[in-house]
């Protein structure tokens, strides 16, 4: 818990002004319902976990806090503008506890706030020679963003496609979250390293940890949906059961188990309802799943720690960069 509250503290610390720097690229969207809609999500506000991963990764090699903040808020902008999009993909109706963008102006109003975030990422980042970063630095962190933005697209459609299969390998669902979740975390520590004037070697390491966090945090989410409480998760326990989704649990458990089991967990992931949830739970745990799901986690977590401990000084940049990897696995929802 106290882990948690650092954490939190940590976070807190650079989201004023990585907020200042969201609500200046916003303030000059025009017409009045277009800005709103923009805003929405930012304003309901979130942990802001990308924009400080980018901002400690440059302070993490030296750098200033003042040379990540635009690329952080980029950052930002394109994880608000996927969640909007989603929503509408999957028909959710609230987020971060606020009624979703399309609810309030709908579908077509919503996607053009998506689409207004998303262009705005890329103009925030090409400013930030405004706060004395390099240019021939702001180039390859642009490269890095928009790269992850074509990813979290495939990713998305992979994960789509999973919704009519039962034969998802480990490593396609390996490869369908860190597109769709871990490459715009790596793009964070990655651009911020590049603006922060790391070394090469340093921003490989902090690519590859924003990475490994990335896949971890996914992971754990698939892990804490049978393993947390409905309190903590805000949600049923089970429900990616109820949805029959495919997580590294459900994976794990279709590859390992008999055909008899098998096909009862199939069975159980088709049906409309949660009255068989408990049993698909005892299914995971007879062959390992829930506890193969954690450890995956906790190696990933293990590794992106070693890569900062041999590239990075002692300094409190990386010291916060250990406590958010520890935190990935800590939270209960």
């Not at 976070?11 to 929405?40: C, G, M």
């Not at 642009?142 to 390998?169: N, P, W, Y």
Request: with cysteine; aromatic share 4%; charged share 30%.
């Amino acid at each position: 818990m106290t882990e948690t509250l650092e954490v939190t503290e940590i976070l807190k610390k650079y989201s004023t002004r990585i907020d200042q720097e969201i609500k200046e690229a916003l303030e000059t969207v025009d017409p009045e319902t277009l800005r709103q809609a923009s805003e929405h999500l930012v304003k309901a506000g979130g942990k802001k976990l990308r924009p400080s991963l980018a901002v400690l990764s440059a302070e993490a090699v030296g750098g200033t806090v003042k040379s990540a903040l635009k690329a952080g808020a980029s950052v930002e902008l394109i994880h608000t503008f996927s969640l909007i999009h989603d929503d509408i993909m999957d028909q959710d109706e609230k987020r971060r506890g606020k009624p979703s963008v399309h609810v309030l102006w709908g579908e077509p109003m919503a996607i053009l706030a998506g689409d207004t975030l998303f262009s705005k990422a890329f103009g925030t980042v090409l400013k930030s020679e405004e706060d004395g970063v390099p240019p021939e630095l702001i180039l390859p962190a642009l490269h890095t963003i928009v790269d992850s933005c074509v990813k979290i697209c495939e990713g998305q459609a992979c994960d789509m496609g999973f919704a009519e299969r039962l034969d998802v390998t480990e490593s396609e669902y390996l490869g369908m979250i860190y597109k769709k979740t871990a490459a715009l975390i790596a793009a964070a520590t990655k651009s911020g390293a590049i603006l922060g004037g790391g070394t090469p070697e340093q921003v490989e390491a902090l690519s590859e940890y924003g990475r490994l966090i990335g896949m971890a945090f996914q992971i754990q989410d698939d892990y804490l949906d049978v393993a947390s409480s409905e309190e903590d998760l805000g949600k049923p326990v089970g429900s990616d059961i109820v949805e029959g989704k495919m997580t590294l649990l459900v994976v794990n458990a279709l590859e390992k188990a008999t055909p008899e089991d098998r096909e009862r967990f199939i069975t159980i992931l088709k049906e409309e309802g949660d009255e068989n949830v408990s049993e698909a739970m005892e299914i995971m745990k007879k062959y390992g799943s829930i506890q193969y799901a954690w450890q995956v986690a906790q190696e990933d977590v293990n590794q992106a720690k070693n890569l900062l401990l041999d590239v990075l000084d002692d300094t409190p940049a990386r010291d916060a960069l250990l406590k958010i990897a520890d935190f990935v696995l800590e939270r209960s929802h």
